[in-house]
């Protein structure tokens, strides 16, 4: 009986995601959804992003919390429009929905961004599930949360286009089999590129500032 | 209209918890329900804990994941009864239900067991709101995922009646404020203790020990 409550609900979204789909297309906005457990790193990651496309891309950014303004008010910082999401309006939804991201939209001018990043709630489960129009999906991973994630949470790495391993400049004082960790993610997901770097210290973050970008010219071109 | 479909779930499942709690109290079983991120340590920190009970206390796990046995596979060691739930079969559930831990009740010898540990599955939001008919609840929080978790996340530690600050061994490497994180709990929920170790290594986590003991002690004496 859950489980066909639950399918009603993932139906409807799917509809409404269909529409946010055709008005990104129209207003020609690449659509990112950024998701990963709490803590993985999602918020440093999007602060350095930011200012690196910041001379090729104009930004928006969607930020969902169940609650705070926390991450909004650290991302606003980079001078791109940012709107908070805090889903305790919306029952303390454990993800972003379909109508929510509607909504949130309206606080954007969507004729001037090229790329709208939205960070999801932290939660490697529900969000995978939740189409919010999107074009591309990917996921952050922290080296201090074990290798076999992927295993555990399969949904989340089969729906991603890409992946990001984060904390890296951890890694000296972790007991972490990185090669491990990518095997679980090419078990689950194989072509799906993996993105090791640190945030914090913005090693390794050229390759996903560059995958980023081709993704986006590679929408334009084609629309 | 989704919340009211959400509500009504809670309502069935709040039914059923209540149907688990009786029947853990005739048969004397004290439960716990562990809660937390992905990746905090919730199984290392099972793993040390059984091995402290064990000269006192006979102890049964439920651990819930959406897929594979891995936690069940490392928990075994231990000797205490293990029951691996997968929610896939359940909808890919991002978190444990009352009926669910119903049924995997069944595979477990309750009489000869005083206290059952439920691992939840990893997820800060939809864990808090389904009660499974525990008699208490505990939340870790590893100091990699930020201090604000619990501005972000209140519900699960307004639910719960304790808190595990784990993976202290790291604080050396990471730039992160105890007393903030320790204080944001405090905002969230005044009364609750909170336990600041390292799973890993041991350190800190006697009074973590004694505190549960106390905690089926006390139940003990009343029932």
């Not at 928006?60 to 791109?80: E, F, K, P, W």
């Not at 939740?130 to 999906?137: K, T």
Request: charged share 25%.
């Amino acid at each position: 009986m859950e489980i066909k409550v639950v399918r009603n609900v993932l139906d409807v979204n799917k509809t409404l995601a269909g529409r946010n789909r055709d008005r990104f297309s129209q207003e020609k906005v690449f659509v990112l959804n950024l998701m990963s457990s709490p803590g993985s790193g999602k918020t440093t990651l999007l602060e350095k992003t930011l200012v690196q496309l910041a001379p090729d891309l104009k930004c928006a950014v969607i930020v969902g919390d169940v609650c705070t303004s926390n991450d909004a008010d650290r991302l606003a910082v980079s001078g791109a429009p940012v709107v908070q999401v805090n889903t305790d309006q919306f029952g303390g939804d454990c993800h972003l929905a379909a109508h929510v991201i509607a909504a949130a939209a309206d606080d954007i001018d969507l004729e001037d961004i090229d790329l709208l990043i939205v960070e999801n709630i932290g939660n490697l489960v529900c969000p995978a599930e939740f189409d919010i129009g999107e074009d591309a999906r990917a996921v952050v991973l922290s080296v201090t949360e074990g290798e076999d994630k992927p295993a555990k949470y399969p949904v989340m790495f089969r729906v991603c286009d890409a992946a990001i391993l984060n904390k890296t400049d951890l890694l000296p004082y972790l007991d972490y089999d990185v090669g491990a960790a990518v095997g679980y993610m090419g078990q689950v997901h194989p072509e799906m590129p993996v993105f090791q770097l640190s945030a914090k210290t913005g090693e390794g973050i050229d390759p996903w500032i560059g995958w980023l970008k081709e993704q986006v010219t590679r929408k334009r071109s084609r629309g």
